[in-house]
């Protein structure tokens, strides 16, 4: 999590300054977020916008609307309901009793429907024996304010409005919003923003007012049109919540869809919603991979935006994608930098060549993960490790193990596509494993444990963290093969034995640090919070290893806490120790949705099946969890080589394809 806020239509701005120091973000988890990029609109769930807060109407991370105030007959409606519909919609529903009503209960009830494009719908409903006459009041409100700078504290005062033919406009330098009514209001006061209608219903009747918020000037942001890069997936099972899980995630990912803005045809995943709106490189390239049982066109858009960010010669960092620098936790320094996108990019293009893409798309982006390679060859230590950037960076493991599946995946990719250097980046890491074997594992009379990192002085760095994850996270090779990874046999059954222990399994999911260890900190980004990619890369690299005792704690534990976040998964939650009749506990700034949380419910449910395909060999293979821990699960509308793709897993763990393109055949 990088504790910014970034918009890319909006000029990239970032949090920075102001009365709320980095890291001191406003609590979004209480608030019903709906995101479709580039809008957004956050409110609490009594639906009223008060302009107290992060509350308001958003587009490409300039808030539009700030206060949205429904009066009806001189009153608020009392709330009773305030939930999401969808990713990008939230339903509220009040009543109101009007004066002259008799008996207590309530005659009209209220509805308002918001869409985080920028309509809201407000439904009035008469249940009354007679003929109702109501004033309707809503008063509108906005600071014009950067979402960096209502975050910080600093948004400032509402500004004047004017009338604006059905509505009302709001002006600042560089950009303006309107709210327009349909139908018109009776009265529009601009003194105060307020909009007001004077209606009847007869009884049983209803009557509807359209809001719709739009900027003007500035930087139009880029439409989300085009093809939908997802498949229509869907999953059924004993356990029911195997289908809101999927679906849910589906809508997250669809609602954090952006477009490249220097080649709109290209989409990615912006990381997550409020505070990372824009494109980060590495948890692209992580959802993207994850989302691949969803098609490979979101992998190839992806691919292609960033290659556009590689970094030219001559000079050190050629080849690199440009990442931002990274908290690594409470034991090494705050100078973690993000290459794990120049190590994920090679990984997704040979994984993204086993589950269909196009040769158009290989042969256009094969040269970029050429020269991804080629950087981590220059940047490595004479011993192949890769230290972070910077003067006396530490070594880390989870850097090594990236490191090293991207020369694995490469070398595999390289060959295959008859490109030279397979055999050399073979030798490389080989080289690797050796010296992960003797610099990163410590030996104890406890089993063992690999290292988190080990500094330039040589120390070692010892503590057991959600990094051991990653170590099981080898990568897919050719007739549904498992690369090799850093650890050997031994090595792997201790890790998967620590990463089910009680210390690092918190009963929702996996700790990023150790219970036990120093500095632990259950709201700690990586310092003992859950992080939900994470878990899901355990659950994958643990059930692919064989431990699926293990992988199926893991899994129902993530699976428990999203039915508690209603089946959205924010990036992250508390890794406090589950306890009988307990919840998982929220972190206050976390993102939701985020795409790798939203990806991860996919690459969960994936995992239970196993799915390997090799699309330009014609093969799928199927290695499914057969503890069966969720009982029979059928996954349908997932794509293997560029056509539909169904599987079923029994009670007994048994895995049958019931659909697939008539070209592939089934093996391992």
Request: aromatic fraction near 4%.
């Amino acid at each position: 999590m990088t504790l910014t806020a970034q918009y890319p239509a909006a000029g990239g701005r970032h949090l920075a300054g102001g009365a709320r120091p980095t890291g001191e973000l406003p609590s979004v988890h209480a608030l019903l977020v709906c995101a479709d990029l580039p809008g957004l609109a956050l409110s609490a769930e009594h639906g009223q916008l008060t302009g107290h807060g992060l509350e308001g109407f958003y587009r490409a991370g300039r808030r539009l609307l700030s206060r949205c105030h429904l009066r009806v007959a001189g009153r608020e409606p009392v709330a009773v309901q305030g939930r999401l519909v969808s990713a990008s919609r939230a339903r509220f529903v009040g009543v109101v009793r009007p004066p002259a009503g008799a008996g207590p209960d309530p005659e009209i009830a209220v509805e308002r429907l918001r869409h985080a494009g920028g309509t809201e719908r407000i439904v009035l409903r008469s249940s009354a024996w007679r003929a109702v006459r109501l004033r309707v009041e809503i008063g509108l409100g906005t600071d014009l304010a950067d979402l960096g700078a209502v975050a910080a504290g600093r948004s400032g005062p509402e500004l004047p409005a004017s009338v604006h033919a059905s509505g009302m406009r709001w002006s600042v330098a560089g950009a303006q919003a309107v709210v327009t009514a349909d139908p018109p209001p009776e009265d529009a006061i601009a003194s105060v923003g307020l909009l007001r209608w004077e209606i009847e219903l007869l009884p049983g009747a209803s009557r509807t007012i359209e809001l719709r918020i739009r900027a003007e000037g500035g930087a139009r942001p880029l439409a989300k049109t085009g093809a939908d890069p997802f498949s229509e997936a869907a999953a059924e099972g004993d356990d029911s919540r195997v289908r809101e899980l999927l679906r849910s995630s589906l809508d997250d990912l669809r609602a954090l869809l952006t477009r490249d803005p220097r080649n709109p045809a290209d989409v990615y995943l912006a990381a997550g919603v409020p505070w990372r709106c824009g494109l980060a490189p590495a948890e692209a390239l992580w959802a993207a991979r994850m989302a691949l049982p969803l098609g490979t066109r979101l992998a190839a858009t992806t691919l292609r935006t960033l290659a556009r960010t590689q970094l030219p010669g001559p000079g050190p960092d050629q080849g690199r994608l440009p990442g931002p620098l990274r908290d690594a936790g409470p034991h090494l320094p705050p100078s973690c930098t993000g290459v794990e996108a120049t190590l994920a990019f090679p990984v997704v293009l040979a994984e993204a060549r086993r589950w269909g893409l196009a040769e158009q798309d290989l042969e256009e982006l094969l040269p970029v993960a050429e020269r991804c390679l080629l950087w981590l060859r220059r940047a490595a230590d004479g011993d192949g490790c890769l230290g972070e950037r910077g003067p006396g960076g530490p070594r880390r493991s989870e850097t090594q193990a990236h490191a090293h599946r991207a020369a694995v995946l490469g070398a595999d990719l390289l060959a295959e596509c008859g490109r030279p250097g397979a055999e050399g980046w073979r030798e490389w890491a080989g080289g690797l494993r050796r010296t992960f074997q003797e610099d990163f594992w410590i030996e104890d009379r406890a089993g063992g444990r690999p290292a988190a990192a080990r500094t330039a002085g040589g120390r070692i760095v010892p503590h057991l963290g959600g990094f051991a994850a990653h170590l099981l996270d080898t990568g897919l090779l050719g007739a549904g093969r498992q690369a090799p990874g850093l650890l050997d046999k031994v090595q792997t059954e201790q890790v998967a034995r620590l990463l089910g222990g009680p210390a690092m399994d918190s009963g929702w999911g996996l700790r990023s640090l150790g219970a036990k260890e120093s500095g632990h900190n259950p709201f700690g980004h990586r310092g003992g919070a859950v992080r939900v990619h994470e878990t899901a890369v355990a659950v994958a690299g643990l059930a692919a290893a064989g431990y699926e005792r293990e992988a199926a704690a893991l899994l129902r534990g993530v699976l428990d806490a999203a039915g508690a976040f209603g089946n959205r998964l924010p990036e992250m939650y508390a890794g406090e120790q589950r306890t009988a009749g307990g919840l998982p506990v929220p972190h206050p700034a976390a993102c939701r949705p985020a795409a790798v949380a939203a990806a991860a419910g996919v690459h969960l449910l994936t995992a239970l099946a196993g799915i390997r395909p090799d699309a330009p060999a014609g093969t799928v293979a199927l290695f499914p969890v057969r503890s069966a821990p969720l009982g029979a699960v059928q996954l349908s509308g997932l794509r293997v080589a560029g056509e539909p793709f169904a599987v079923r897993i029994s009670r007994l763990g048994l895995g049958m394809v019931e659909e697939a393109a008539g070209t592939l055949q089934l093996g391992g």
